[in-house]
């Protein structure tokens, strides 16, 4: 028994030197300083990184949603005015019809036309005298945008600004 003692003993140590073995990481399984948490500089690091990467990215997506919103805007004044136009042309009005050529149109006959062929068609906050070009009616819609009108020599010019701070009133 005295035998089987000594040979039960030896396999303990053989088991425990083993175990020690692996836990400090000659048997290429672990280290002896085993990690279970980031240190404070690879944190710092990592946040670095990722904050460079938001400051180059960021304009560029906010450049792409000012874009497509404007965009949005644009199209939908169009889609907008040429509402009106039609109506008014199923009404029996005949906007383009009513433009003489080669004739010098005042700011009151713009507004004229915009009344008649329009505004009756068209939601509008107000309008006013525009501060640049010629007899132009600057028109504020409900969406903050700025149409300007004209009627010249080759017929009606539309413009359309998405910002009213634009033109003061």
């Known amino acids: 028994m005295y035998c089987y003692n000594i040979q039960y003993a030896q396999y303990n ?30 944190v710092l690091i990592v946040l670095g990184i990722v ?22 805007r644009v199209k939908t004044f169009y ?20 433009i003489i050529s080669y004739k010098i149109y005042s700011y009151q006959d713009n507004l004229a036309f915009l009344k008649m062929f329009i505004y009756p068609y068209m939601k509008y906050v107000e309008y006013y005298p525009c501060p640049i070009g010629d007899n132009k009616v600057c028109t504020i819609l409900y969406d903050g945008g700025v149409m300007s009108f004209r009627i010249d020599f080759n017929g009606g010019d ?12």
């Open 13 to 42: 140590l053989y088991l425990v030197k083993r175990n020690k073995d692996i836990l400090s990481g000659r048997m290429g399984l672990m280290n002896n300083h085993s990690r279970k948490a980031f240190t404070l500089s690879e």
């Open 51 to 72: 904050g460079i990467i938001a400051a180059v990215t960021l304009p560029i997506l906010i450049t792409n949603y000012q874009k497509t919103v404007t965009a949005t």
């Open 79 to 98: 889609s907008k005015i040429n509402q009106a136009m039609q109506l008014s042309i199923a009404d029996g009005n005949n906007p383009t019809g009513s």
């Open 158 to 169: 539309i413009a359309y600004y998405t910002n009213k701070n634009i033109f003061p009133t």
